[in-house]
């Protein structure tokens, strides 16, 4: 993907493009492995000398202000970041440790709770992924 049609996309989301803000997205569409802060701060500092972990953060939050990516929070696990399309669950294997992505075709029931306002729901699995049951 080029330069500009990640800039197209931030200014989708009215995210002012910046070479920080197109790394980090191309690094997001590129890897889709739910990486966290560490993760992206460690493949791309090499690159940007000017990079540092404050940033990556800065931009994330910034994203999810946006709508453009969803953190999500995994048990015993770091900050992930996910680039949000549409909604999905979550499996982590117990044995490899991969996040992976499974698709969401059946409806979370609604909470049904007086004056509450509910703003997310996440669905997350464990257990062994088929490459680490056999
Ligand atoms: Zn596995
Ligand atoms: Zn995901």
Redesign the pocket.
């Known amino acids: 993907m080029d330069v500009e049609n990640l800039q197209s996309i931030l200014r989708e989301y009215s995210i002012k493009p910046s070479v920080h803000r197109i790394k980090i997205l191309e690094y997001l569409l590129k890897h889709r492995t739910h990486p966290t802060v560490d993760h992206i701060y460690r493949q791309l500092a090499p690159q940007i000398p000017t990079f540092s972990k404050t940033t990556v953060y800065n931009t994330l939050t910034l994203f999810e202000e946006k709508g453009l990516v969803k953190s999500i929070a995994i048990p015993d696990n770091q900050l992930r970041y996910d680039l949000y399309e549409k909604p999905h669950a979550h499996f982590r ?1 117990r ?4 996040i992976m992505d499974i698709p969401m075709d059946f409806d979370v029931p609604l909470l049904d709770k007086d004056n509450f306002e509910v703003s997310s729901v996440q669905v997350f699995y464990s257990g ?2 088929d ?2 049951a056999d």
């Open positions: 294997c044995e490899c440790r991969e062994l992924c490459k680490c």
